[in-house]
């Protein structure tokens, strides 16, 4: 079930050399280009931020201290390590990766998706991905050209794996995106299942394990089982998200030609020093998660005290909840007005139809969005009696 997605020609062909801004735009932008929309990010502007799963704690001072002093003895002037050797070998050690596998870094894991997707991807080349999922893939898909294959989910979210296995058989996918746990649907699939669907896939096959500190399961130890296997990880949800950094670890081999794409000093240095840094106190963030990870059972406990909230399992830092029908995008407005900027899901897919998606938070913001969340539900049972 391929998505919809037009390929052009030759676009000289299609658009009359007729001078004008508009019609140059036309005639130079790649159509894949002119019919995509922008990724949506709200501005949080005095909001309180539930949208982008980022962790609401912050360093205590004596750890921000100490990294204020580190930070200050980099070298402006100077270009970074373009391999980033050091942070490089400190993350190898921090995930005792296997000496046969090796690291790539990212500046962010949207990066790492958009190498993969330039090195592997292109016209002729298919991605596929359970749907919903991630929206960057099946974005970075269409921006390089590549045909999307969005496979879809049962009515839970679970991984159809039989769809996927007919997928990978007839369209020979150059890369398949599994997110474990998956985003925005926070479901996680079966090792059962990725084993299987990594012995089917032709191509490689990526374990986007961005939740992983809230879930624990990873693939890293089964990189140099399979020659076709990569696992990407992120800083960003941990709390680290601005300082962009992703990695990919997988064999040598597949990296060495992910390394030829990659721009050489993609990542900054202060990121570099920072994650460096960050890598000694895992601690504090190990710590932040597991709280997150309490707070995440409590706040569901909590919506399913909500009449009418569906509220779907969750093994990341976030909750998936499905509004009364056709209310969706009317309580998430609700919610904005009352000051909450959640993840507004209703209409990016069929399937999330009336979904919006809250990050877990303080005591404090899990609280002030459960009352907004009942408030607002209110407000729109009123509008729809009056
Ligand atoms: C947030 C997210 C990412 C992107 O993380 P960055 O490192 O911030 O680019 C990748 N994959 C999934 C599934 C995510 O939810």
């Given at each position: 079930?391929?998505?919809?997605?037009?390929?052009?020609?030759?676009?000289?062909?299609?658009?009359?050399?007729?001078?004008?801004?508009?019609?140059?735009?036309?005639?130079?932008?790649?159509?894949?280009?002119?019919?995509?929309?922008?990724?949506?990010?709200?501005?949080?502007?005095?909001l309180?931020?539930l949208?982008?799963?980022?962790?609401?704690?912050?360093?205590?001072?004596?750890?921000?201290?100490?990294?204020?002093?580190?930070?200050?003895?980099?070298?402006?002037?100077?270009?970074?390590?373009?391999?980033?050797?050091?942070?490089?070998?400190?993350?190898?050690?921090?995930?005792?990766?296997?000496?046969?596998?090796?690291?790539?870094?990212?500046?962010?894991?949207?990066?790492?998706?958009?190498?993969?997707?330039?090195?592997?991807?292109?016209?002729?080349?298919?991605?596929?991905?359970?749907?919903?999922?991630?929206?960057?893939?099946?974005?970075?898909?269409?921006?390089?050209?590549?045909?999307?294959?969005?496979?879809?989910?049962?009515?839970?979210?679970?991984?159809?794996?039989?769809?996927?296995?007919?997928?990978?058989?007839?369209?020979?996918?150059?890369?398949?995106?599994?997110?474990?746990?998956?985003?925005?649907?926070?479901?996680?699939?079966?090792?059962?299942?990725?084993?299987?669907?990594?012995?089917?896939?032709?191509?490689?096959?990526?374990?986007?394990?961005?939740?992983?500190?809230?879930?624990?399961?990873?693939?890293?130890?089964?990189?140099?089982?399979?020659?076709?296997?990569?696992?990407?990880?992120?800083?960003?949800?941990?709390?680290?998200?601005?300082?962009?950094?992703?990695?990919?670890?997988?064999?040598?081999?597949?990296?060495?030609?992910?390394?030829?794409?990659?721009?050489?000093?993609?990542?900054?240095?202060?990121?570099?020093?920072?994650?460096?840094?960050?890598?000694?106190?895992?601690?504090?963030?190990?710590?932040?998660?597991?709280?997150?990870?309490?707070?995440?059972?409590?706040?569901?406990?909590a919506l399913l005290g909500l009449p009418d909230v569906q509220v779907?399992?969750?093994?990341?830092?976030?909750?998936l909840m499905r509004m009364p029908r056709g209310r969706g995008t009317e309580i998430f407005q609700c919610l904005r007005q009352s000051g909450i900027l959640v993840k507004n899901l209703d209409g990016?897919?069929?399937?999330l139809a009336d979904c919006l998606r809250v990050?877990?938070?303080?005591?404090?913001?899990?609280?002030a969005f459960v009352a907004a969340l009942r408030n607002s539900l209110e407000t729109v049972d009123l509008r729809e009696s009056s």
């Amino acid at each position: 079930m391929l998505s919809r997605q037009r390929f052009e020609t030759d676009r000289r062909q299609r658009t009359e050399p007729v001078p004008g801004q508009g019609n140059r735009i036309a005639r130079w932008v790649p159509s894949r280009i002119l019919e995509l929309s922008p990724y949506h990010a709200d501005s949080a502007d005095g909001l309180l931020k539930l949208d982008a799963m980022e962790n609401p704690y912050t360093w205590p001072s004596e750890i921000k201290d100490q990294w204020l002093q580190i930070i200050s003895t980099v070298p402006l002037n100077r270009y970074p390590d373009p391999q980033g050797t050091a942070l490089r070998q400190d993350l190898k050690t921090w995930c005792g990766l296997d000496l046969a596998a090796d690291l790539m870094l990212g500046n962010g894991s949207d990066e790492l998706i958009q190498i993969i997707a330039m090195t592997l991807g292109g016209r002729g080349q298919v991605i596929m991905a359970p749907e919903p999922s991630f929206s960057m893939y099946s974005m970075i898909a269409s921006v390089t050209g590549t045909r999307f294959l969005g496979v879809p989910r049962d009515t839970e979210f679970r991984i159809d794996l039989q769809a996927c296995l007919d997928g990978i058989a007839e369209h020979q996918p150059c890369c398949v995106f599994l997110a474990r746990p998956n985003n925005p649907t926070g479901s996680l699939c079966s090792n059962e299942t990725v084993h299987a669907i990594i012995d089917a896939a032709p191509g490689l096959v990526v374990v986007d394990e961005a939740y992983h500190a809230f879930c624990g399961h990873t693939f890293l130890d089964r990189i140099t089982d399979h020659d076709n296997l990569v696992v990407m990880r992120t800083f960003s949800k941990l709390g680290l998200a601005a300082l962009r950094l992703g990695f990919l670890a997988g064999p040598k081999n597949w990296l060495d030609q992910f390394n030829k794409v990659r721009l050489p000093y993609n990542v900054n240095t202060l990121t570099q020093v920072s994650v460096r840094f960050a890598l000694e106190h895992m601690e504090w963030f190990q710590g932040c998660a597991e709280q997150i990870c309490n707070h995440r059972e409590q706040l569901s406990i909590a919506l399913l005290g909500l009449p009418d909230v569906q509220v779907y399992p969750s093994d990341g830092n976030f909750l998936l909840m499905r509004m009364p029908r056709g209310r969706g995008t009317e309580i998430f407005q609700c919610l904005r007005q009352s000051g909450i900027l959640v993840k507004n899901l209703d209409g990016s897919h069929e399937a999330l139809a009336d979904c919006l998606r809250v990050s877990v938070s303080s005591t404090d913001d899990n609280q002030a969005f459960v009352a907004a969340l009942r408030n607002s539900l209110e407000t729109v049972d009123l509008r729809e009696s009056s």
